[in-house]
């Protein structure tokens, strides 16, 4: 099962910027989906945006227009470009990836996000 770590959670104000980071124990180039969630206290963690192998991208409505994801395939890496940040978005965000075998990778421990007012 793939390993993933996320990073770059910071304290940020009000339509600030963040970049956060997941690596990958597997080679994500190879990845059917790789995507980003965030989870609140008190509720179930909900999707955020995803890529497709093929390059497509879905976002969030919530999200859609100020948040990016993107990879880095010499890195193993993804990320989730995070602008006009509002605290709604406050939160542990985490990556995760559909392999090429069709199974979903390990939950990493996530890195928070918190946006002040």
Not at 57 to 77: C, H, L, M, Q
Request: hydrophobic share 30%; aromatic share 10%; charged share 20%.
């Amino acid at each position: 099962q793939v390993q993933l770590v996320e990073s770059g959670g910071d304290l940020v104000q009000f339509g600030g910027s963040l970049r956060l980071s997941c690596v990958a124990s597997g080679t994500i180039s190879n990845f059917r989906v790789t995507g980003w969630f965030r989870q609140t206290p008190g509720k179930q963690r909900e999707f955020v945006a995803r890529a497709t192998r093929d390059g497509i991208r879905e976002y969030a409505a919530s999200v859609k227009g100020r948040f990016t994801i993107s990879r880095d395939s010499a890195k193993n890496t993804v990320y989730l470009q995070m602008n006009s940040l509002k605290p709604e978005d406050t939160g542990v965000y985490y990556c995760n990836i559909v392999d090429e075998r069709g199974q979903l990778g390990s939950w990493g421990t996530g890195t928070q996000v918190t946006v002040s007012s």
